[in-house]
């Protein structure tokens, strides 16, 4: 009897660390999603700011507010402005862990013309691009 009970509570344990995990990953890759999508979001409002004047890596990191993007990263690369775009999302793994889902965006903000234009490619967070001084202003040439 005893050991009958010991086999249901260690299969219970196995059944419900295994339940802990799966949707652990679930909820990573739900948090990566919804990185991903705020950092496109956040990205889609470069155009408008870089129409507007010339910006800073700090008035960048400042549109950021109420959104998931955390590091801005800003610079030249000839008549263009690069920018890198990381969003976090903080999710819980079970047993009262958490982790983050990250997504990272290297943006291209050109001249076409008259008008800017706006080229995000998902990149691994680690080749973010490296970025200048916090106070250094951009424009797109």
Do not use: K
């Not at 249901?8 to 890759?29: K, M, N, P, Q, Y």
């Amino acid at each position: 009897m005893a050991a009958a009970v010991l086999v249901l509570a260690v299969t219970d344990f196995v059944v419900s660390a295994f339940h802990d995990r799966s949707a652990a990953g679930d909820r990573r890759v739900r948090a990566q999603a919804e990185a991903g999508a705020d950092a496109h979001r956040y990205a889609a409002g470069l155009v408008p700011a870089f129409t507007a004047g010339p910006q800073t890596a700090m008035s960048l990191e400042a549109l950021a507010a109420r959104t998931a993007v955390h590091v801005v990263t800003l610079a030249g690369d000839g008549g263009s402005v690069v920018v890198g775009v990381m969003a976090d999302v903080v999710y819980p793994t079970g047993w009262g862990a958490s982790e983050v889902g990250s997504a990272c965006l290297r943006v291209v903000l050109a001249r076409a013309g008259e008008s800017i234009s706006e080229q995000a490619s998902d990149i691994p967070c680690s080749e973010l691009p490296p970025g200048g001084s916090l106070t250094e202003a951009f424009i797109v040439r």
